[in-house]
């Protein structure tokens, strides 16, 4: 099967390179080089798969990933950018990318990382094929997966898909100890320092919206991981 990638890089230097890459290890390539193409782009490929880059003319790409995220919440999205600090990639990742690879980058790393996407995702038909539990109750609460929703008593919000799918592993697992390391190699793909920083940014924010639910407590479990309580 040839899966469809969009990617969207201005650069042309770095785009063709990485197309060419892309096209001769079998997959079908779209390149976009203006931001405000992209979301045109990708209703007329669907794609199963976007490269983004993050300094792009008319629409840089967190605004890109929030729309395809909003679009299709199964949809692996990764993120090739010169921007390094620690707050952008925090960003990339809430903003609905599922990987972050920095430039200069090699294309054997980049090629790994799409494999692995796919790998745990298959094509968006099957992702949706596949889902097993679209809702969860826990408490007074409820986590509605397809459409990113975390309903509390005291509101509906809606959470990143990363957001979605710590809390769903939370749930699947209430009442245990969760290791760190598992829900980081499962959700982001490796427990890389800048992975671990992303997931304590998640977390600060899910404690945040179910802190006034009583029963419910997130616990950190010293050197280990998280156990929730529900």
Same mark, same amino acid.
């Given at each position: 099967?040839?899966?469809?990638?969009?990617?969207?890089?201005?650069? !042309?230097?770095?785009?063709?390179?990485?197309?060419?890459? +892309?096209?001769?290890?079998? @997959?079908?390539?779209?390149?976009?080089?203006?931001?405000?193409?992209?979301?045109?782009?990708?209703? &007329?490929?669907? !794609?199963?798969?976007?490269?983004?880059?993050?300094? +792009? %003319?008319?629409?840089? =790409? @967190?605004?890109?990933?929030?729309?395809?995220?909003?679009?299709?919440?199964?949809? %692996?999205?990764?993120?090739?950018?010169?921007? &390094?600090?620690?707050?952008?990639?925090?960003?990339?990742?809430?903003?609905? =990318?599922?990987?972050?690879?920095?430039?200069?980058?090699?294309?054997?790393?980049?090629?790994?990382?799409?494999?692995?996407?796919?790998?745990?995702?298959?094509?968006?038909?099957?992702?949706?094929?596949?889902?097993?539990?679209?809702? @969860?109750?826990?408490?007074?609460?409820?986590?509605?997966?397809?459409?990113?929703?975390? $309903?509390?008593?005291? =509101?509906?919000? &809606? +959470?990143?898909?990363?957001?979605?799918? /710590? /809390?769903?592993?939370?749930? /699947?697992?209430?009442?245990?100890?969760?290791?760190?390391?598992?829900?980081?190699? $499962?959700?982001?793909?490796?427990?890389?320092?800048?992975?671990?920083?992303?997931?304590?940014?998640?977390?600060?924010?899910?404690?945040?919206?179910?802190?006034?639910?009583? =029963?419910?407590?997130?616990?950190?479990?010293?050197?280990?991981?998280?156990?929730?309580?529900?």
């Amino acid at each position: 099967m040839s899966y469809k990638v969009l990617y969207v890089e201005d650069e !042309p230097f770095l785009a063709r390179i990485v197309s060419d890459g +892309l096209k001769s290890s079998g @997959y079908t390539v779209k390149l976009v080089a203006d931001g405000g193409r992209a979301m045109e782009e990708y209703r &007329a490929m669907q !794609p199963d798969l976007c490269i983004l880059d993050i300094m +792009l %003319p008319s629409k840089d =790409g @967190y605004e890109i990933a929030n729309e395809l995220r909003a679009a299709d919440p199964h949809l %692996p999205i990764i993120f090739l950018s010169a921007k &390094a600090l620690t707050e952008d990639i925090v960003k990339g990742f809430k903003s609905g =990318g599922n990987d972050y690879l920095k430039k200069p980058f090699s294309m054997d790393e980049l090629l790994v990382r799409i494999e692995a996407l796919l790998k745990r995702s298959g094509t968006p038909k099957e992702a949706i094929a596949n889902e097993t539990a679209t809702i @969860y109750h826990f408490g007074s609460c409820t986590l509605d997966t397809v459409h990113q929703k975390l $309903k509390t008593s005291t =509101g509906e919000f &809606a +959470l990143s898909f990363k957001e979605m799918a /710590l /809390l769903e592993m939370m749930i /699947l697992h209430k009442n245990t100890v969760l290791e760190r390391q598992n829900v980081l190699l $499962k959700i982001w793909g490796d427990d890389s320092y800048y992975n671990t920083r992303s997931m304590d940014v998640f977390m600060t924010h899910l404690r945040k919206l179910l802190k006034d639910e009583p =029963g419910i407590q997130i616990m950190n479990i010293r050197s280990i991981g998280y156990k929730f309580i529900c």
